[in-house]
């Protein structure tokens, strides 16, 4: 019969995520997780395994932690598209601010992924949610009159998530935030050109 353990598992994850996101998979030793979270290398790959298998344990819990928060932010406005594009301009309310670091997951896709099969298949998960929510929302704003609705609602939220993810770039690139604010500006006047009744 396994012992219980003697620490808080949440508190350990939150400790080596903030590693992990602070300094990248690679640069973060073993040694660095053990220092982050007071916890000796043998009861850390006890409690999680390996420290590939506590990464994608961490990117996993922050992806569902993520989208489900996305989820509430978009559907918490009474305008599916307002709710929308609020949430791809990251104006939303719903969610956490971007920390200077920007997103784990797709800091850990954009380093990971061509090679780490786990991290891959975790980002096409978050992918494929985030295109079934916005297609959603964009064949309700359709519905009640706030786009054209002759717009193809998956096509459209395509191009959605590709400006979210560039805004989330620009972010993370130091820019300012007036040029910031500037672009999304751009990218909100390009979007409802395009799908203007």
């Known amino acids: 019969m396994a012992r219980p353990r003697k620490f808080d598992e949440q508190a350990v994850l939150t400790a080596a995520r903030a590693k992990f996101w602070r300094d990248g998979y690679a640069a973060t030793s073993v040694q660095d ?7 000796g290398t043998q009861s850390l790959y006890g409690a999680f395994g ?13 992806c569902a932690y993520q989208s489900e928060g996305l989820e509430a932010a978009v559907t918490a406005d009474p305008s599916p598209w307002h709710g929308l594009t609020s949430a791809v ?4 309310g719903g969610r956490l601010d971007l920390p200077p670091q920007g997103c784990l ?35 309700q704003a359709k519905e009640r009159g706030e786009i054209d609705a002759d717009i193809d609602a998956e096509q459209t939220a395509r191009a959605l998530i590709a400006v979210m993810q560039g805004i989330e770039f620009l972010h993370k690139s130091g820019i300012g935030e007036e040029e910031l604010r500037l672009a999304k500006i751009a990218a909100l006047r390009m979007i409802e050109s395009s799908v203007a009744r």
């Open 33 to 39: 997780l053990t220092d982050a979270t007071g916890l």
């Open 105 to 139: 997951m797709a800091n850990s896709a954009a380093a990971l992924s061509a090679q780490d099969e786990g991290v891959r298949a975790l980002a096409c998960q978050v992918y494929s949610r985030t295109l079934a929510l916005f297609a959603q929302q964009i064949t």
């Open 50 to 62: 390996n420290k590939h298998d506590l990464f994608l344990r961490i990117l996993d819990d922050y």
């Open 89 to 92: 301009t990251f104006e939303d």
